[in-house]
């Protein structure tokens, strides 16, 4: 303002008459009146309402089974078994019955589920190094700091992957069997790949370059793996080897980390192409054996198996519908207590006129 | 450099010794320098000062430490640059505005220590700048020159040392008043001989007060006494003085009008103080959840996290779940640390920004007559300004332009100057009368409106020459022909300058004057008066004559003063006129004007000669000879024939009166403190309609003793309980006002007590009464204090009493008070009331009242710039002052509370979540959000909307708020934010968080993708509530803003775009594959919100957390609606309705200034103020017979002037110590009239009623009877003559507490009782 220069006259200094100075600008000075509140009101409830409904039926329509089996069936074995860290390197296998009361048809998801397992704890959720599993080669051998305690192994030789959470991965692995009323045992096939997102498949998760010559085991030369694994990483899956290392799919479920310490994630996504699994998964009875290795007797958490189907709405998830209905209840009754006061008490339309 | 600093400290503690011309010796004692300084900084101090201020904010330093805490790795839960941005941020934004503030700091220093002055160096006068100047030095000085430093005046080119000085800038005194130089100093006269001057000046240590000065100069052997008469003061304006030579005895920071303008505090709104108390309780509820937090943290590892060890093990230094819990609390430090958000205080300083862009933009507020726009000077205080209760005014510059204008007149009964035509009303645009035509030597700055006048005069009624005669020949002052035809007026009082300047334009002009002379061109003729005697003013007289003959050998006495006292003198047969005058003056009171009424008496040559005996025999005695002199002078002005009177208006400044009523509606008080006289601040008072004539009752304080004050207080509060009760009616009020008058016995205790022991014992028990009554009482009253009353009333045990007493009334003024007084009235209200204040003024003697005041605001456009720069605001019209309070600083303070508010509501409800989240981490401090988020919610994604609101919003347009002054008060009573709001904020942000932590939970925990991936994971989870607390916080945005500018729609809807274009940006490979670690959050942005179930969460949480907020807005509006909602109701209806706007107001805003006066008129005849409002000093008329201010080489004339040399100082210091107390005990000189028995009381009396003080009235009904009573002023006036009787008529200290009253009723009863010609025979009888 200084600045308000050189002209000489007598009103060289008189500030500009433009809207925005004199505060004048054309504005939109809304103000809550009950031609505008009670319709609003009634009409959230109304759309509440509907959404509640309509979720309520979509939920009502979608399946899914809980099978827990920390410790059921000839799982109780391995359980004890797992106790102990001796056993460790000792396979175990055991099996769960289970009866799956309603077809579920359509896709039908696999996850596997535990409970009490915090992978939300700041520290376990800071021990990675996203740029070891990009592939990096330097950053390869040179975990970060934050993966400590597992970065390096006793003798000094880098993990890959490091930190906690990859060293906590969860390893059980399930064969689902269906025994039809009629006929044999069928092996109910799984997409084992396609399960994580696609950004984390393709983008997050990188190994290190390889060729023709250079196999992903050399790549990975001078690292170790973790400590708590059975196989290094570059061998996680045998089936595939395009499924190895850090693009593996199943330590990239894992990688990203739940926000609640009772969480499920995906573990296989049923195959339709054959058999009785066409429409879906049918009712009847079902088994699953399990190689028992992940221990959650320590934390005292439990395992489970999860199937279930999925519509636009996502899995089966009572929550969001009766928040609805709730929500469109009250405001109901809110919309009601406002239109009383404002009908018997308020002062309405009560002005400067009066 | 210490030991220097101490010595020079120890040497000023008790005496300063300069010696002249002498820069060696004087450096010895380290002066300060004659450079001032006002800024803070310079480039070097600049950063580390600047910081080092800066973390002293209790908030700056809290997050440095949390800054260092989050360098610690075990417990840093988020990344350093959380932090550092914004620090960074708000401190280079901070270090910003300061160094723009210091640099107009040091820009307007610089044009006050580059100001040129001439110095004396080696016996040549050097050009040199004001910083320069050293003590010791002499400089030149030159007419209209402001005074450089405190100078000892040496000599001056007037004759005799003498020199002219405005004070101005300095006290607020308008009038000139005369400094001399020592007779030996004054010979000096030449540079050649000043640079050799060596004396020795040893005096007082430099102080701040301003009317006193004691020292000695010793020079060549010799000691000559030194005393304020020969001093000049930094501040001063040289006037009518060609040049003057000034010894350098103060300079800089040590000269009394800087000593005077007190220290420069650093003013915090109240708002600022709230948000500090606020900011603590948060940091402590921040401990406290960090401290459950750290407790459920030591309760999961014991139970949870030590079996989880295996997959997570503890960190190294870690071995227990108590030191886990230990680290945990600092991590929850840092991660709640955001509930007192960085952005908080750099926020409010934008937004007071932006408020003072306003101010300084407003053209409403710009004058164009002086080219200022207003200016926010500090951007600190805006919301203030919508919480103030009392203003504290200055009068002359503030409330007046201090220009006299001769207005109307009557003359012989007849009233000229009034321009009305037929109907009645005032014509608006008349041309005003060309006097140059016919007169060249009138003044051409002079305008008058009424032709009849100058048709009178030039007809040749004998009367309207008379009339002018008295004017052009009865005054003070002094003329100067620069050229020919050309008459300058050095006039001591502008009164007195007016009245001349008006003889003039009609034909009798004032031409020049000897010590025994009078020369005027009466109608182009030039007349020469002998001038036999000057009567002179003082301020018992009221009244000034002179005795000429004229050149036919006549003698005659002119007079002029107040109509009261020389009503009482007049001549029988001037009665008529008189009446009718008097009907006149009614007239021109209650347009305020300043009246004098005119009256002449003929001598015979046989009276003159008796008379100048008597006079002579006066002079000369050595002991009472004031009061000698005062009896002759009474002796004298008797049997006069009333001319007329003449009317001046003190133009007020533009719409004083509405804006001073408009605050008044607006529930603000309006205090007028002015160093100008009682008589004129009332005056003042009555033209800007802050005293009426319809009020209760106005009480004068004027006590010069502590007894008297204490009485005269005491007195007031009764008459207000009295009369509020009388009014109310009523035992139950009866009862009240008993137990208040008890309440504010006991409340009042102190010294007191004793003065109350009656009223105490009279009362019942006090039952818990309210702690003021006083507050409560009907009725409108006015308190009027005088200066030397005030400082009594200002001691500590009194001030409450006074204060007291003052709050209750309507009113007050506070007249005759120092600068320092000023502050300190300033100082108690603000001190005792817990209001807000505000003082506005335009001198340097209104400085540091300004700088007490919460709120200074300073007028500017004027010469003085003191005032303006130690304002907060400035602007060039006493009137701008209503926009400011209503329009700029309500909406400042409603923009502020709804800014807070938000703020408040926004970050705990961001906060917070991360509360709810521990719970279900193991207490571990992860946060809710990604880093990034939580960098930049509170910078970037929701400070713009907030922003704008805080600088946009308006509830109703600004016309409306002039409109209904009352919409101001929910700032007064602190409504809008206050702990309980804070707290209805802090739970609705609770609330939010709640909502916005377990809806997402409740949902996503069990929620998958439709291709059947959960959606359970840390990330989907993070987005989702990130993003619905993004939009519940636009959405409530949205909802507070009331004001929906272009600018609020671009910040609203941009910060939302915002939001989701860094979302996609942080989340996008782009970024990830530069680094992998800190953007781990690839492609959860698009995973999560393209799901439909995310964006039901969204919808469904923002429903929640809006609805209940919109209900209970809805259920407040219609069940509790505030004044600005049913005015913006109004409006909204009258829009839809296209109708005219409301009723009610109307009227308040349109009034102007033609149709008040009018009213004014047709209303009642109102009370007479009359007074000889000179601002007069006395001494004058001494000084002109004495010749000592006259350019007269005549050796014979020269001779007579040294004669009475000493005696004209001395008298007027004798005078200054009449006024005293304890010069009382000279005897009488009155004779004892039946009355005066009775008299004393009422005269005492802080107030006199005459309906209700009728048995004591009985006293004033003689003596009214006595004397012609046609105003209450004459009732009073007779009492003190009373008064005077009794107690002797050379007691000034009696006499001037002697009340006036203004009571309208009053002056009927008394008028009514005595129709007809009063016998004034007795009183002349009496008065010899």
């Given at each position: 303002m200084g600045k308000k220069q050189a002209g000489t006259g007598?009103?060289?200094?008189?500030?500009?008459?433009s809207a925005f100075k004199q505060q004048r600008l054309p504005a939109w000075s809304p103000s809550l009146t009950a031609q505008t509140v009670l319709p609003t009101f009634y009409i959230l409830s109304l759309v509440c309402l509907f959404l509640g409904i309509w979720l309520l039926i979509t939920v009502e329509n979608t399946y899914e089974l809980k099978v827990?089996?920390?410790?059921a069936g000839t799982c109780e074995r391995c359980f004890e078994m797992r106790k102990?860290?001796?056993?460790?390197r000792t396979t175990c296998t055991c099996s769960v019955n289970f009866y799956v009361p309603k077809t579920f048809s359509g896709d039908v998801f696999f996850y596997y589920g535990l409970r009490n397992?915090?992978?939300?704890?700041r520290r376990y959720m800071d021990s990675r190094d996203d740029t070891q599993m990009v592939g990096r080669k330097n950053n390869l051998k040179a975990?970060?700091?934050?993966?400590?305690?597992?970065?390096?192994d006793a003798n000094g030789v880098p993990i890959a992957p490091c930190g906690a959470v990859a060293n906590s991965m969860f390893n059980d692995s399930f064969t689902v069997r269906y025994y039809p009323t009629k006929g044999p045992e069928v092996q109910v096939p799984l997409?084992?790949?396609?399960?994580?997102?696609y950004t984390d498949k393709n983008v997050k998760f990188r190994n290190p370059p390889t060729n023709n010559t250079f196999t992903l085991q050399q790549a990975f030369e001078g690292t170790i793996r973790p400590?708590?694994?059975?196989?290094p990483v570059y061998e996680l899956d045998d089936t595939d080897h395009?499924?190895?290392?850090?693009?593996?799919d199943d330590l990239i479920v894992w990688m990203r980390?739940?926000?609640?310490?009772n969480f499920k994630k995906l573990y296989g996504v049923l195959?339709?192409?054959?058999?009785?699994?066409t429409q879906g998964l049918p009712a009847g009875n079902y088994s699953v054996s399990i190689?028992?290795?992940?221990?959650?007797e320590p934390f005292r958490g439990q395992k489970e198996l999860v199937i279930s189907m999925v519509t636009w709405f996502g899995g089966q998830n009572y929550f969001l519908p009766i928040a609805y209905l709730v929500t469109s209840g009250l405001i109901l009754v809110a919309a009601i207590v406002l239109t009383v006061v404002y009908v018997k008490v308020g002062k309405k339309g009560k002005n400067m006129e009066e | 450099m210490s030991n220097i600093f101490k010595r020079k400290k120890i040497q000023d503690t008790f005496e300063r010794r300069v010696r002249a011309n002498d820069r060696e010796y004087n450096e010895k004692f380290q002066y300060a320098n004659n450079c001032i300084m006002t800024?803070?900084?310079n480039i070097v101090t600049f950063l580390p000062v600047n910081l080092f201020e800066q973390f002293q904010e209790v908030a700056n330093t809290y997050f440095l430490f949390l800054l260092i805490l989050q360098l610690?790795?075990?417990?840093?839960?988020?990344?350093?640059f959380t932090t550092i941005v914004p620090l960074v941020l708000v401190l280079s934004i901070t270090a910003v505005k300061d160094a723009t503030d210091d640099y107009f700091r040091h820009k307007s220093d610089n044009q006050v220590n580059n100001r040129q002055s001439q110095v004396l160096i080696g016996g040549i006068l050097q050009k040199e700048k004001w910083l320069n100047v050293r003590v010791g030095d002499i400089i030149k000085l030159e007419n209209n020159?402001?005074?450089a430093a405190d100078l000892l005046l040496?000599?001056?080119?007037?004759?005799?040392?003498l020199c002219y000085i405005e004070t101005a800038e300095l006290d607020g005194e308008t009038n000139m008043k005369v400094r001399q130089s020592l007779s030996v100093t004054s010979d000096l006269g030449d540079p050649n001989n000043l640079a050799q001057f060596d004396g020795e000046v040893v005096c007082e240590p430099?102080?701040?007060?301003?009317?006193r000065f004691c020292g000695t100069l010793y020079w060549k052997d010799c000691k000559y006494p030194l005393s304020n008469q020969n001093m000049l003061l930094r501040g001063c304006v040289l006037r009518n003085t060609e040049s003057c030579y000034g010894l350098v005895i103060f300079a800089g920071p040590d000269t009394k009008l800087m000593q005077n303008s007190g220290r420069t505090k650093f003013k915090r709104t109240s708002i600022d103080r709230l948000m500090n108390t606020l900011v603590l309780w948060i940091f402590g509820f921040l401990v406290c959840m960090g401290v459950i937090l750290a407790i459920g943290n030591a309760v999961w590892e014991k139970e949870v996290g030590a079996l989880f060890q295996s997959f997570l093990p503890w960190d190294?230094?870690?071995?227990?779940f108590l030191f886990s819990a230990f680290l945990s609390f600092w991590s929850y430090v840092i991660i709640l640390?955001?509930?007192?958000?960085?952005?908080l205080y750099v926020s409010v300083e934008v937004i007071r920004l932006g408020h003072s862009y306003f101010i300084n933009w407003d053209r409403r507020m710009f004058c164009s007559r002086s080219n200022t726009a207003a200016e926010?000077?500090?951007?600190?205080?805006?919301?203030?300004l919508g919480q103030v209760e009392y203003i504290f005014s200055d009068k002359?510059?503030?409330?007046?332009?201090?220009i006299m204008t001769f207005n109307k007149c009557s003359i012989n009964g007849h009233a000229y100057g009034d321009v009305i035509d037929i109907l009645g009303t005032q014509q608006k645009r008349v041309q005003p009368l060309d006097?140059?035509?016919?007169?060249?030597?009138?003044?051409?700055?002079f305008c008058f409106y009424d032709q009849s006048l100058l048709e009178a005069v030039m007809v040749g009624e004998p009367a309207v020459h008379e009339f002018f005669r008295v004017l052009s020949l009865c005054h003070t002052v002094m003329s100067e022909?620069?050229?020919?035809?050309e008459l300058v007026y050095k006039a001591q009082s502008p009164d007195e300058g007016a009245l001349v300047t008006a003889a003039r334009n009609f034909g009798f002009v004032f031409h020049s004057r000897t010590p025994g002379t009078v020369t005027t061109q009466e109608l182009g003729k030039a007349v020469t008066y002998t001038l036999l005697a000057i009567l002179d003013f003082n301020n018992i007289r009221k009244r000034m004559s002179v005795i000429v003959r004229n050149p036919e050998g006549r003698i005659r006495l002119y007079c002029k003063g107040a109509d009261t006292v020389l009503f009482e003198r007049l001549?029988?047969?001037s009665h008529e006129v008189m009446n009718i005058t008097s009907d006149h003056l009614n007239e021109y009171a209650s347009d305020g004007l300043r009246t004098l009424a005119v009256a002449y008496r003929d001598l015979s040559e046989e009276q003159w000669e008796e008379w100048s005996e008597h006079f002579r025999g006066a002079d000369k005695a050595t002991d009472c000879r004031d009061d000698r002199l005062a009896a002759a002078y009474e002796v004298i002005e008797q049997d006069m024939m009333l001319l007329g009177a003449t009317a001046i208006e003190d133009k007020l400044q533009e719409g004083v009166p509405e804006t001073i009523a408009i605050l008044s509606l607006a529930n603000i008080k309006v205090w007028v403190l002015t160093g100008d006289k009682q008589e004129t601040a009332v005056n003042i008072g009555y033209s800007c309609k802050m005293?009426?004539?319809?009020?209760t009752e106005i009480f004068i304080?004027?006590?010069?003793?502590v007894q008297s004050v204490r009485e005269e207080l005491r007195k007031a509060r009764e008459r207000m309980l009295e009369s509020s009760r009388t009014r109310d009616g009523g035992k139950e009020v009866e009862a009240q006002g008993l137990g208040g008058a008890c309440a504010f016995g006991n409340g009042?205790?102190?010294?007191g007590a004793a003065n109350r022991m009656p009223d105490e014992s009279k009362c019942?028990?006090?039952?818990?009464?309210?702690?003021?009554?006083l507050e409560s009482i009907s009725g409108e009253f006015a308190l009027i204090i005088s200066g030397h009353s005030l400082a009594h009333a200002l001691e500590a045990d009194m001030e409450r009493e006074f204060l007291e007493t003052a709050c209750a009334c309507r009113a007050v003024i506070c007249c005759r008070v120092t600068p320092l007084q000023k502050a300190l009235v300033v100082e108690l209200v603000k001190r005792h009331k817990k209001a807000v204040t505000l003082a506005i003024g335009d001198g340097a003697n209104d400085v540091s009242m300004i700088k007490t005041a919460h709120i200074g605001v300073g007028i500017s456009?004027?010469?003085?710039?003191q005032a303006v720069l130690s304002s907060d605001y400035s602007f060039?019209?006493?009137?701008?002052l209503q926009r400011l309070l209503l329009v700029h600083g309500r909406w400042s303070y409603l923009r502020m509370c709804r800014f807070l508010c938000y703020f408040f509501y926004k970050n705990f409800a961001f906060t917070m979540v991360h509360f709810w989240f521990g719970f279900f981490c193991g207490?571990?401090?992860?946060?809710?959000?990604d880093q990034y988020f939580i960098t930049l919610y509170n910078i970037v994604y929701t400070s713009l909307p907030v922003l704008a609101m805080g600088i946009f919003?308006?509830?109703?347009p600004e016309q409306r708020s002039l409109e209904y002054?009352?919409?101001?008060?929910p700032g007064q009573l602190n409504l809008l934010f206050n702990k309980r709001e804070f707290f209805i904020c802090i739970a609705q942000g609770i609330y939010t968080s709640v909502v916005l932590f377990f809806i997402p939970y409740g949902v996503l925990s069990y929620a998958t993708q439709?291709?059947?991936?959960?959606?359970?994971?840390y990330q989907t989870f993070a987005v989702t509530t990130a993003t619905a607390l993004v939009i519940v916080v636009s959405v409530q945005i949205a909802l507070d803003t009331g004001y929906w500018t272009a600018i609020n729609h671009f910040f609203i809807w941009g910060s939302l775009g915002l939001y989701f274009t860094i979302l996609f940006a942080m989340h996008s490979s782009i970024l990830f594959s530069i680094f992998p670690k800190q953007f781990h959050f690839l492609g959860s942005a698009h995973n999560t919100l393209g799901q439909p179930v995310v964006w039901l969460t969204i919808a469904l949480a923002t429903v929640i957390c809006i609805a209940p907020v919109l209900a209970f807005r809805f259920l407040k509006l219609d069940l509790k609606p505030q004044l600005s909602d049913t005015v913006r109701y109004t409006q909204l209806v009258l829009q839809k309705k296209?109708?005219?706007?409301?009723?009610?107001?109307?009227g308040v805003g349109g009034s102007g200034v033609a149709s008040g006066s009018a009213l004014g008129r047709l209303g009642?005849?109102?009370?007479?103020?009359?007074?000889?409002?000179?601002?007069h000093q006395e001494g004058f008329g001494e000084l002109i017979t004495s010749g000592k201010n006259m350019r007269l080489s005549s050796q014979a004339l020269a001779n007579f002037a040294s004669r009475h040399s000493s005696s004209w100082i001395d008298t007027l210091r004798r005078k200054k110590h009449a006024?005293?107390?304890?010069?009382?005990n000279t005897p009488p000189t009155g004779d004892d009239s039946a009355a005066s028995s009775q008299a004393p009381p009422l005269s005492t009396s802080?107030?006199?009623n005459s309906r209700q003080d009728t048995a004591a009235g009985e006293a004033g009904q003689q003596c009214n009877e006595a004397v012609l009573t046609h105003s209450p002023d004459d009732i009073a006036l007779s009492m003190l003559r009373c008064a005077d009787r009794e107690t002797g008529g050379c007691s000034t200290g009696t006499v001037q507490e002697a009340p006036f009253v203004w009571k309208g009723s009053g002056a009927r009863i008394c008028g009514a009782s005595s129709?007809?010609?009063?016998?004034?025979a007795e009183e002349t009888s009496s008065g010899d």
């Open positions: 007598p009103l060289s200094r008189r500030p500009d008459n827990d089996y920390t410790n102990h860290a001796i056993h460790t397992f915090h992978q939300n704890l975990p970060s700091s934050y993966c400590a305690p597992f970065d390096y997409y084992r790949k396609g399960i994580a997102w400590l708590y694994w059975q196989r395009n499924n190895n290392g850090f693009i593996n980390e739940a926000a609640f310490p195959n339709r192409a054959q058999g009785p699994f190689f028992y290795n992940f221990p959650v | 800024s803070k900084y610690i790795p075990q417990i840093s839960s988020l990344s350093w020159q402001f005074v040496l000599s001056s080119s007037e004759p005799h040392g430099p102080n701040n007060k301003l009317d190294p230094p870690v071995d227990n640390n955001t509930v007192v958000p960085i952005s926010a000077r500090t951007t600190t205080l805006n919301e203030e002359t510059g503030t409330l007046t332009q201090n006097f140059s035509a016919w007169n060249p030597l009138a003044d051409r700055g022909e620069k050229s020919e035809g001549h029988p047969c005293l009426r004539d319809d009020m304080v004027n006590g010069h003793t009042c205790g102190g010294g019942p028990p006090p039952q818990a009464p309210p702690p003021s009554l456009g004027q010469e003085g710039i060039s019209q006493f009137r701008f207490f571990s401090a992860q946060t809710v959000y919003d308006q509830d109703v002054p009352k919409l101001y008060e439709s291709n059947g991936v959960p959606l359970a994971d296209r109708k005219p706007g409301g009723r009610v107001g109307r009642r005849g109102g009370s007479r103020r009359s007074g000889y409002a000179f601002a006024n005293s107390p304890g010069m009382q802080s107030s006199v129709p007809g010609p009063p016998p004034i």
